[in-house]
């Protein structure tokens, strides 16, 4: 049974920093590309960056270049996003999600659709 577990998620506020984690099990971590996406009510999920099976290629959302980044340790099944410089247009459900077809610097990586397993998510808020 596959599990996409994420945590991390909390209050902070603008201009703070924070990690968030994601373990998947039940799969072969290393066969899949991950990505991250977030959602506030009222609008449709929204991709925020993923990263190939070993590393070597990332891509990003506009608004999440040169603040966000995006890492994996194979090992530990585990796929990070660490947020520096958070506003409060950062407050969101962020979601972890698997993926064997995503190629990060494709547009396949920013549709949903591509993705085959996904988290519960972990609420970031960033007060203003």
């Known amino acids: 049974q596959v599990q996409v577990v994420e945590s991390g998620g909390g209050l902070v506020q603008a201009g703070d920093s924070l990690r968030l984690s994601c373990v998947a099990s039940?799969?072969?971590?290393?066969?899949?590309?991950m990505g991250w996406f977030r959602q506030t009510p009222g609008k449709e999920r929204e991709f925020v960056t993923a990263?190939?099976?070993?590393?070597?290629?990332?891509s990003y959302a506009d608004s999440a270049k040169g603040r966000f980044a995006i890492s994996r340790d194979n090992a530990k099944n585990t796929v990070y996003l660490q947020m520096n410089s958070l506003e409060p247009e950062d407050t969101a459900i962020y979601y972890c999600a698997a993926s064997r077809r995503v190629i990060p610097h494709s547009d396949s990586a920013s549709r949903d659709k591509n993705y085959d397993y996904w988290g519960q998510g972990t609420q970031v808020t960033v007060s203003s």
């Open positions: 990263i190939s099976r070993y590393g070597g290629s990332t």
């Open positions: 039940g799969l072969p971590f290393s066969s899949y590309a």
